[in-house]
Nanobody, 115 residues
Framework: QVQLVESGGGLVQAGGSLRLSCTAS????????MGWYRQGPGKQRELVAT???????IYADAVKGRFTISRDNAKNTVSLQMNSLKPEDTAVYSC?????????WGQGTQVTVST
C-alpha cells in the first residue's frame, strides 16, 4: 500500500516563508511526476507546481518566482519552498505523485497567510 504523508503547513504573516514536504512510502517501483496542488476557500483545486523524476519543473503563473519545488528521488520526497507568501496563497495544499502508474494524494496540509 502506497501512502503520501505531508508536513510543514501552518500560519504565517504575509511576506513570510514556509516549507512543505511530502514523503511517499510503501511498495514503490517507480515514481514519475510529483507535485503540489492547492484548494483555497470557495475555489477549485489548482496546480501549484510539478517536478518530473528528471527534474523538469512546471509552476503556476501565480507562484512563479516565489515558490520552488524540489525532489529527492532517493528518499521519495518532494518539497515546496514558499517565499514572499501572500494572503491569496491561503489554501489546503496537497501532494500528488504518480507511483507505479497510479495517482496518489496526500491528506492535505493547511497554509494560512495573514495580513
Amino acid at each position: 500500500q502506497v501512502q503520501l504523508v505531508e508536513s510543514g503547513g501552518g500560519l504565517v504573516q504575509a511576506g513570510g516563508s514556509l516549507r512543505l514536504s511530502c514523503t511517499a512510502s510503501g511498495t514503490i517501483y517507480r515514481i514519475t511526476t510529483m507535485g503540489w496542488y492547492r484548494q483555497g476557500p470557495g475555489k477549485q483545486r489548482e496546480l501549484v507546481a510539478t517536478i518530473t523524476s528528471g527534474g523538469t519543473t512546471i509552476y503556476a503563473d501565480a507562484v512563479k518566482g516565489r515558490f520552488t519545488i524540489s525532489r529527492d528521488n532517493a528518499k521519495n520526497t518532494v518539497s515546496l519552498q514558499m517565499n514572499s507568501l501572500k494572503p491569496e496563497d491561503t489554501a489546503v495544499y496537497s501532494c500528488n505523485a504518480r507511483i507505479n502508474l497510479y495517482d496518489y494524494w496526500g491528506q492535505g496540509t493547511q497554509v494560512t497567510v495573514s495580513t
